[in-house]
């Protein structure tokens, strides 16, 4: 058994890809966590042979599909393809940062009520983007201000904190936990994963924590979907996460409020 199974679902990102496969691999070089990289091009045209001409020494698996599974089915296909103790879910447009993957393994095994974490992600631009507010403790929005805008250490011993839902771009699993709520829930295409993951996990009895210390940068929102498309998919997982988690009559009225043209233009500059 490996201790880290890190899954990449590839949909029209081979210009990031092999940022991603290096940094995991530089950032494991000298570390004692076995791992293998699982990688599903799925069905977007995108050809990966001369990545796997590059790793074929190395732990690194690619995965074809015959059509487009959507993230959390493609997720969920690559964690049938070995039986590592923790998935690593990540997007294709993400690089580590120094010591990240190790910070968040011990915690995992320091933390066995947990059932996921996730890192502090950055932006390449030097700026706050929306989902700081969704997807970051209060706390550490400031935290994060003061430190990377002012220069100054604020709060230094918090290390982490329970929290949910945390950021689907690196998604950082207990195996049995996944397996436990029956893995991704295949009905969501594209987006509000990790919010329906952290609900399920929760109702199983396990935390959700966000740990600070841990980053990776991510560009966000560079694959080749079509924006218009993006929304349509936004829109479709946001109804039925909605009546999934708050039943028919209260999601109506929350979609009543959050659908409609202004909301359209929000969702397709910030997709």
């Not at 940022?19 to 791992?35: A, E, F, G, R």
């Not at 998935?87 to 940062?97: G, H, R, T, W």
């Not at 945390?166 to 919010?195: H, M, P, Q, W």
């Amino acid at each position: 058994m490996t201790d880290i199974d890190f899954q990449i679902v590839n949909y029209k990102t081979k210009k990031f890809l092999p940022d991603c496969i290096d940094s995991i691999i530089t950032n494991l070089k000298n570390s004692n966590i076995s791992y293998k990289i699982l990688v599903l091009e799925n069905n977007s045209g995108d050809d990966l042979d001369y990545l796997k001409e590059k790793h074929k020494s190395e732990k690194v698996e690619f995965y074809y599909s015959d059509k487009n599974l959507g993230f959390g089915r493609g997720q969920n296909l690559l964690a049938e393809k070995d039986d590592g103790k923790y998935i690593f879910a990540l997007n294709p447009d993400i690089i580590f940062y120094k010591g990240t993957v190790e910070v968040l393994f011990n915690f995992m095994e320091a933390h066995p009520e947990a059932a996921m974490c996730g890192p502090r992600v950055e932006l390449p631009e030097k700026n706050f983007f929306f989902h700081k507010n969704i997807f970051w403790p209060k706390v550490f929005v400031l935290k994060n201000f003061f430190e990377r805008f002012l220069r100054l250490k604020v709060f230094p011993n918090m290390k982490f904190t329970e929290y949910s839902p945390i950021i689907g771009s690196a998604l950082f699993i207990r195996r049995k936990a996944l397996e436990e709520v029956g893995g991704f829930d295949e009905n969501l295409f594209l987006y509000f994963e990790e919010g329906d993951l952290c609900n399920s996990l929760k109702v199983a009895g396990y935390k959700i924590f966000f740990v600070y210390d841990a980053i990776i940068k991510h560009w966000y929102g560079k694959s080749g979907v079509p924006k218009h498309d993006k929304v349509e998919y936004f829109k479709q997982s946001r109804r039925y996460f909605y009546k999934k988690w708050f039943g028919e009559e209260k999601a109506r009225k929350m979609l009543a409020k959050e659908e409609g043209d202004l909301n359209d233009r929000f969702l397709e500059r910030n997709l």
